[in-house]
């Protein structure tokens, strides 16, 4: 062998060398070693939305990477779980989603529910949620809207997201209770529904305080009344109007908004994510922007949320249940009764 061929042998094993000591390197590196992806399965200006948006900075600043935000809105949030569950199982892809998924399969929406990921925190619940119209509509209470759609059956427009959403399930609370015929028309998030109630394409929604009480301080939207029996920052309790007195029996109840990743993830990038979720979730200015909105702090990670999750399915699978409304019986998945 001469000694051209030799000096290249040479440089070839120590450049392959190098390569796998790189490798290993790279494996060895504590998690995260790249930027995240974070999938939010609502649109822009909705509770989901707002919630993460504010979320992620300071989850980013204990992690030392960016997450990169992305809206993938449509049927409920199946379209973003679906997107997660088709990416690598190694925790770089966040799905940041809320409530309606816990229902999937109980509504026959999709054929998965959050039994296929794994709870990274439980950031809050808005169970401060108002029924709200545009600024110049003729009702200013809960009774006034109620009068008029018994005396008008569907000619009032009312927002509807998907199955399972707040203003699926709280449309549904009231008509358990009274006579509430509307025209539903579906949107693709609270964001969307906002700017048709202030264009005047919709006329009334219900929508978590996170997504909507700016605009009503603001004067761009109009709140008739809080799903509660108790006042709201000066907005009346549902409860007042004589035929809601039995509201009450639902509740509390509300909107929740979390992380998410497979379940197939690596448990150090698990452990990772919780605690770097954890610490963003105690942050005072995370946590004043979300109360003032009307949301309650959970800040739950891993088993924590996981129970949490399994009380709210239970509870709310079994209200569409005794509705009428499930397409499939929670007991045949496993989903036991609320005691």
């Known amino acids: 062998m001469t000694l051209d061929k030799r000096q290249f042998m040479g440089a070839s094993l120590v450049a392959l060398a190098s390569a796998s000591m790189s490798k290993l390197a790279l494996a060895q590196a504590p998690f995260p070693t790249r930027d995240l992806n974070g999938i939010i399965q609502f649109g822009a200006g909705g509770g989901t939305d707002i919630s993460m948006r504010g979320y992620a900075p300071h989850a980013e600043r204990v992690l030392g990477r960016n997450i990169v935000l992305s809206n993938r809105p449509g049927a409920a949030g199946a379209i973003a779980a679906n997107f997660v569950r088709q990416q690598p199982a190694d925790g770089y892809t966040l799905l940041m989603g809320a409530e309606p998924q816990a229902l999937f399969r109980v509504m026959g929406v999709a054929d998965f529910d959050y039994n296929e990921f794994f709870p990274v925190n439980i950031a809050a619940m808005a169970n401060t949620i108002l029924l709200v119209t545009r600024p110049d509509a003729p009702w200013n209470t809960m009774q006034d809207i109620l009068s008029f759609v018994q005396a008008n059956p569907r000619r009032v427009r009312q927002y509807r997201s998907g199955i399972g959403t707040v203003p699926f399930t709280v449309n549904l609370m009231i008509s358990r209770l009274t006579r509430f015929e509307t025209l539903m028309v579906p949107f693709d998030g609270d964001g969307p529904a906002i700017a048709a109630l202030q264009g005047g394409h919709l006329d009334i929604g219900f929508l978590t305080s996170a997504a909507a009480i700016e605009h009503v301080r603001a ?55 919780v605690a770097a979720f954890r610490e963003a979730g105690n942050n005072p200015d995370y946590r004043r922007m979300m109360e003032g909105r009307g949301n309650t702090m959970l800040n739950l990670g891993g088993d924590e949320a996981q129970r949490f999750i399994n009380r709210w399915t239970s509870t709310t699978a079994w209200l569409y249940q005794d509705a009428g409304q499930a397409r499939v019986n929670p007991e045949t998945l496993g989903i036991p009764r609320p005691r």
């Open 219 to 273: 004067g761009r939207l109009k709140a008739l009344g809080v799903l509660s029996d108790q006042p709201f920052q000066g907005i009346a309790p549902m409860t007042n109007a004589p035929s809601l007195a039995g509201l009450p029996r639902f509740l509390p109840w509300g909107a929740w908004f979390g992380v998410f990743v497979r379940r197939e993830v690596p448990d150090a990038a698990k452990a990772r994510l």
